[in-house]
């Protein structure tokens, strides 16, 4: 009976050893990125058209960070359509909009290799000027901007809305639990083949 509980106890405390490897470097992989933040690559600036609703976009990405500038454009298209690629937490928001002279709508998402944290934007007023428009957001600086805003509640209080993306948390469990187990493993395999071809009795040498 103990030859095959034993097997059963390594194998749980591994996957229980893994998870909390895992849990603890999907946090790491979410937060440090956005501490790392110095400056963007520049954005992009493309056109996407959701519905009759036409976007300005502005997307910039650095290692384990993500942004992603919306700007309404008036007036709305005669017919619906579709154009343009956006990750699922930048899609724009489902109208009705708010009344309002201008809408802009800023996204950050974090964490690595799938983004796990969302923050959001959402600029109706000519008051604010973060995020700026996105028409003419193609400098570095606004995903900086966007991480000092979402960790110390700058440029207007931080962001309206957060978020945890859970289908990038399952995912980054995944990879880095698989990463974690196969280390344990690894190690463990190690330390047997070094105990089965230590030469015995050289554990217990005498002390001199």
Excluded: C
């Amino acid at each position: 009976m103990r030859a095959m509980t034993d097997p059963t106890r390594r194998h749980l405390s591994r996957a229980v050893q893994a998870l909390a490897l895992a849990i603890v470097a999907t946090l790491a992989a979410t937060y440090l990125p956005l501490a790392a933040v110095e400056r963007g690559r520049g954005a992009q600036v493309a056109t996407v058209v959701r519905g009759v609703h036409s976007w300005w976009n502005a997307r910039d990405a650095v290692f384990g960070v993500r942004w992603s500038n919306l700007q309404l454009i008036d007036p709305p298209l005669a017919s619906p359509t579709r154009l343009g690629e956006l990750p699922s937490w930048a899609e724009p928001p489902e109208p009705p909009f708010p009344d309002a002279a201008i809408l802009r709508v800023g996204t950050l998402a974090a964490g690595w290799p799938f983004p796990t944290l969302r923050a959001r934007w959402t600029v109706s007023t000519r008051a604010r000027n973060f995020p700026m428009p996105a028409e003419v957001d193609d400098q570095d600086t606004s995903i900086r901007y966007a991480t000092e805003s979402l960790l110390t509640g700058a440029r207007g209080g931080g962001p309206e809305e957060k978020s945890i993306l859970w289908a990038g948390v399952a995912g980054n469990l995944l990879v880095f639990g698989m990463a974690a187990w196969l280390a344990l493993a690894g190690a463990g395999w190690l330390r047997a083949r070094a105990s089965a071809t230590r030469p015995e009795g050289a554990a217990a040498a005498p002390p001199r």
